[in-house]
């Protein structure tokens, strides 16, 4: 997954990325590059996919369900746009505490899914105090449910059930408050927290790629949504100040599937961070 290009979408650039499309196999053939159905094609992580060009040979894909069924599909490298985008902004939640329970991977991925729902019902009610724009709104309710989807399959992988979430008490954070937040938590921590999980993806297989490889789109389109929102809400200098201070602070990104590699981390910044920074100064 071509991370930048979904994030300069955002901000007003063209909306075709480089990413992974499937469609499913009876026998576990799969066609070739030059004679698959475009139109068959789907993003597992977009609603709607449009796909411009299939890039290479396709790559058979176990897939398990709750239901204990599994799937096969044929999953090609494609350039494609999503063609439905109000399917999804994500952010820690900081405002509850995360439930006990077991210290896997799939554990905290679950825990950390689970507080983002929070998250994102916080989010949609500040921005309709700010005045936000309903398609906004409509894209923060749909990340709340593709965080309720991934805090189940994770749940799910780690053989745990989800407890009692306790909610604190929330405060509203001013224009200026949360555009900064939104820097931090969206631009910067979940942007780099999709980016991670594309590369997890890379190297997992089976039931976990296939979860994986979902969150991994839904996150990005989240992060992207994060831009989104740090340019509608930079209509003042106070603000504008306030969100270059927030990317000119380091930040710190805790990842459940393993250390982040300090070379890895400075290769997102070069690749990813900064120029979709200088996009939005534009």
């Not at 159905?37 to 996919?49: K, R």
């Not at 398990?64 to 490298?77: A, H, I, K, L, V």
């Not at 389109?221 to 106070?238: C, E, G, P, Y």
Request: hydrophobic share 45%.
């Amino acid at each position: 997954m071509n991370l930048l290009p979904l994030l300069l979408s955002a901000i007003a650039c063209s909306p075709f990325v480089e990413t992974e499309a499937c469609l499913h196999t009876e026998d576990g053939t799969c066609p070739p590059a030059d004679e698959v159905d475009e139109d068959a094609l789907n993003n597992m992580g977009w609603c709607e996919t449009k796909v411009r060009s299939v890039e290479g040979e396709a790559e058979l894909v176990d897939i398990g369900w709750d239901s204990g069924m599994d799937d096969q599909f044929c999953c090609y490298p494609v350039v494609a746009k999503n063609a439905a985008p109000n399917c999804a902004v994500g952010r820690p939640y900081e405002g509850g505490l995360m439930a006990d329970g077991e210290d896997t991977k799939w554990a905290r991925a679950a825990r950390a899914e689970h507080a983002a729902v929070a998250s994102f019902n916080r989010l949609a009610l500040e921005l309709m105090a700010l005045g936000a724009p309903l398609q906004l709104i409509r894209e923060v309710q749909q990340a709340a449910l593709d965080e309720v989807e991934h805090a189940s399959m994770c749940a799910g992988l780690a053989g745990i059930e989800l407890g009692p979430f306790p909610i604190a008490e929330v405060r509203m954070r001013s224009r200026v408050e949360l555009a900064r937040d939104s820097v931090r938590e969206g631009c910067l921590v979940e942007t780099c927290g999709a980016w991670l999980a594309d590369e997890a993806a890379r190297v997992a297989t089976g039931r976990e790629r296939a979860v994986l490889t979902r969150i991994a789109g839904d996150e990005a389109r989240h992060a992207a949504l994060s831009w989104k929102i740090v340019a509608w809400l930079m209509t003042d200098m106070a603000t504008q100040a306030a969100v270059a201070e927030a990317f000119a602070e380091s930040f710190e990104v805790a990842s459940p599937f393993g250390a982040v590699d300090p070379v890895e981390l400075d290769r997102f910044r070069a690749t990813v961070l900064d120029p979709a920074i200088r996009a939005l100064r534009a």
